[in-house]
């Protein structure tokens, strides 16, 4: 379910915004709030590993 999830936000994200009239430099700042490297980071007690 969070792989299909997180491939559906990736995929969709940029036509979505740019739907609604969000400019293309506001999409690149918003990019990494819907294309998150870190997003499979391991986490250690919950918390990220540093």
């Not at 792989?3 to 979505?16: E, G």
């Amino acid at each position: 379910m969070i792989d299909q999830m997180r491939t559906a936000v990736q995929t969709h994200w940029y036509a979505s915004l740019r739907a609604q009239g969000v400019s293309e430099r506001e999409c690149a700042l918003l990019s990494g709030a819907f294309v998150y490297e870190g997003f499979d980071l391991p986490l250690l007690n919950g918390e990220p590993l540093a």
